[in-house]
């Protein structure tokens, strides 16, 4: 016979308890709210002012290194295949394969750091990158530069895919915008300065100075990861952990029915048994009118102690399943990856424009592509505040309530002259004009495309709560898979139909990755709650 004790349930508690023949409880407090916003032991949203920057700089100037690692090594590869024996197609793969590699790994980073945290998968990647690094320096083949440059993209992508999640961790939806635009101004300066320290570099000390400026960089990035950065994630905040509880909660519920069923046949001096713990429920089935549309009752802090998680339970593919089976996501990230493409597309056809029609070498070429990240960072930093001040002013019209799709109307100023301006850019260079007008319309193009890229990606991340390392890999994922066709085409279409028919083409694919995100600022609304009120149902009625 099972005993009282075996099937006791804590009544006249605010928590639900399951408890199935153990010492060991888990326990649900029921918590409606959203879950950026629940309830956590020293909370990353309070911290103060000079931790928080503390960290936007570190993982700022981490993700700076990964942008130098892409282009620093343009001018030194005629010294790298001349040291190394390398053909032209093994040179270009050095490039190739690091922006390939660097997308996919971040959806792995991204589970990890849903288990053992921020720090840890940032210590451990960036240990590897710096590892990869010193052995590119040292290196005697062009097989082991290739291999080792897959594995330096490896772990960078973890500085490039959980980073604007761990700004979530610590800043407000209405900051997110300025914080957004700071942070990812670091990565459009990398590639800007990579020509120019490399020609220094190259020149002076030879390619493998490069590699070692990098390591070197990187070390100090790790240093300062390992003894300043404190741990943003909060697992009470992790849909990853929450969905874990749930099914807890299910199957201790599916184990008390068994065992009162059992008490019952087998004892009629039993008591009857209490109800058995209810599942958690989303504010849409309780009916709660001041909670707002995406929030759910989450478990406490103290729920969490006995819960052990495992990879196989944060099993990056089902998130990212469900987050490419909203509509609102799967558009915004290809509009996100176009941008990015462009980014990269026009870095790379200019370098070889200047130097076949203007006789520029590898430092002049680096001065005026600095045009174009210096215009990168402003629309960064611009785009960001403006994207904070818009969200501001729309939330104050609607009565003080906000939702994510108002912060992409920040993109509409730059929309109307991003397509002219990369069009001009493109037939400037096919005249062969005086340097100062690309100069003028790299900065534009710079400016205007990173000004509509900071609300995408702050957007991203506010439209997914509990998921932003998840969604903001699956941007990262994108982003490098469309970079990396894009490079691979851009010549071969350059030498074909010109710079002038090139970026003519480039500025109607700006139209579509327009049209994308407004139809993301009209209808996203629409699609990510139907998606929401899909998802809720599916928890209420998980069989």
Not at 4 to 29: C, D, K, L, M, W
Not at 123 to 150: D, H, N, Y
Not at 290 to 304: D, I, K, L
Not at 319 to 347: D, M, V
């Amino acid at each position: 016979m099972v005993s009282e004790e075996g099937t006791r349930h804590i009544q006249s508690s605010p928590h639900i308890a399951v408890e199935v023949g153990s010492p060991v409880a888990v326990f649900y407090n029921e918590i409606k709210t959203d879950i950026e916003h629940a309830p956590v032991e020293d909370d990353p949203l309070r911290w103060g002012n000079a931790r928080k920057t503390a960290i936007l700089i570190i993982v700022s100037a981490g993700s700076m290194i990964v942008g130098l690692a892409v282009s620093i090594q343009n001018p030194a590869n005629a010294q790298i295949q001349s040291d190394l024996g390398a053909s032209t197609s093994e040179i270009s793969w050095t490039l190739s394969v690091f922006i390939l590699v660097q997308g996919v790994p971040g959806l792995v980073w991204s589970a990890i750091s849903e288990i053992k945290g921020r720090k840890f998968v940032y210590v451990s990647s960036v240990a590897l990158f710096v590892v990869a690094s010193a052995i590119v320096a040292a290196s005697k083949t062009i097989g082991l530069v290739i291999g080792m440059r897959a594995l330096q993209a490896a772990g960078s992508s973890a500085l490039m895919s959980i980073a604007a999640a761990t700004l979530a961790d610590i800043y407000e939806p209405h900051e997110r915008g300025t914080k957004m635009g700071i942070y990812y101004s670091a990565p459009l300066l990398g590639p800007a300065l990579g020509p120019i320290l490399g020609g220094v570099l190259t020149q002076g000390l030879g390619w493998r100075s490069v590699f070692w400026f990098i390591t070197i960089c990187a070390g100090v990035v790790l240093l300062a990861l390992v003894v300043l950065f404190k741990d943003t994630f909060r697992k009470e905040r992790s849909l990853a952990y929450q969905n874990v509880l749930q099914i807890r909660a299910r199957e201790g519920e599916l184990q008390h029915q068994h065992l009162d069923k059992t008490s019952h046949t087998f004892s009629a001096t039993d008591k009857p048994a209490q109800p058995a713990p209810e599942s958690i429920t989303s504010p849409q089935q309780t009916g709660d009118p001041n909670v707002e549309a995406n929030g759910h009752t989450f478990a406490s802090a103290s729920s969490m102690k006995d819960v052990n998680v495992s990879l196989a339970d944060v099993n990056p593919f089902p998130p990212l399943l469900k987050i490419l089976t909203r509509l609102n996501n799967i558009t915004i990230l290809f509009a996100s990856g176009l941008i990015f493409a462009f980014s990269y597309s026009i870095s790379y056809t200019c370098s070889r424009t200047l130097s076949e029609y203007y006789g520029y070498d590898a430092l002049q070429i680096g001065l005026v592509l600095l045009s174009y990240g210096i215009g990168s960072m402003c629309g960064s930093l611009l785009g960001g505040r403006w994207s904070d001040r818009t969200l501001a002013k729309l939330k104050q019209e609607n009565g003080g309530k906000s939702y994510a799709e108002m912060r992409l109307s920040s993109t509409r100023p730059a929309m109307w002259f991003l397509p002219p301006a990369i069009i001009g850019y493109g037939w400037v260079c096919e005249k062969h004009v005086h340097v100062a007008a690309i100069c003028i319309m790299l900065y534009l193009s710079g400016l205007l495309s990173t000004w509509v890229y900071a609300s995408t990606l702050a957007y991203i991340v506010d439209a997914n709560p509990g998921r932003s390392s998840t969604i903001v890999a699956t941007n990262s994922a994108f982003r490098c898979v469309f970079a990396f066709v894009a490079i691979e085409v851009a010549i071969p279409i350059q030498v074909a139909i010109g710079d002038g028919g090139l970026y003519t083409l480039w500025g109607g694919i700006m139209i579509i990755m327009e049209v994308l995100t407004l139809a993301v600022l009209y209808k996203g609304k629409k699609w990510r709650e139907a998606c929401e009120k899909k998802d809720s149902e599916n928890r209420s009625n998980p069989d």
